[in-house]
């Protein structure tokens, strides 16, 4: 069982860094499943648009509400994200080499989102890779235990954690 994970503080540079990642691993031709985020700037306004594309070959979901520019908090939407995740349950069979999810966020910290498919995929021996934030470490560090390990967020060491499960596997 194979699980790691990356965190960042600067705004959008685990999306960025996954996103990288996964172009990376798909021109070498190894078979990937989940979701990568990309965040872009909305004129006139400080929120960004949140959409992921589905790993490997889309589609791209837009997973944002547009709430105003007074709102605060969560700007996730519920139905967007749950589109998404039985997108990707889809392209679990046949097991894919990787399943790497952008964000264990606030829904995978209450028991929803894709936190069903990060443990059936563990237990199917799918390694996952994903990125948490500060606000969420708590609840993935008790659903994770001892089992998560933690990569420097740099691509050397995301591909030198693959590498190594690779090997393990051959």
């Known amino acids: 069982m194979a699980l790691a994970f990356v965190r960042t503080v600067e705004r959008g540079l685990t999306d960025r860094l996954l996103w990288t990642f996964s ?21 006139g306004s400080r929120h960004c648009d949140m959409d992921v594309r589905v790993l490997p070959d889309g589609p791209v979901i837009r997973i944002n509400q547009v709430l105003g520019e007074a709102s605060r908090g969560c700007r996730l939407d519920p139905i ?8 990707v ?11 790497i999810i952008n964000k264990f966020g606030k829904h995978e910290a ?27 470490q708590e609840a993935f560090d008790a659903f994770a235990g001892d089992y998560a390990e933690e990569l420097a967020a740099e691509a050397g060491s995301l591909e030198a954690w693959f590498e190594q499960l690779r090997q393990v596997a051959a």
């Open 110 to 136: 209450e028991g929803r989102g894709f936190r069903p498919m990060i443990g059936e995929a563990l237990a199917r021996d799918i390694p996952v890779l994903l990125g948490v934030n500060a606000l969420n």
């Open 89 to 99: 349950e889809a392209t679990l069979d046949p097991a894919p080499d990787l399943l």
């Open 80 to 87: 967007a994200l749950e589109e998404a995740v039985a997108l």
């Open 23 to 43: 172009e990376h691993l798909q021109g070498r031709g190894v078979r990937l499943a989940g979701v990568v985020q990309t965040n872009s700037d909305r004129p």
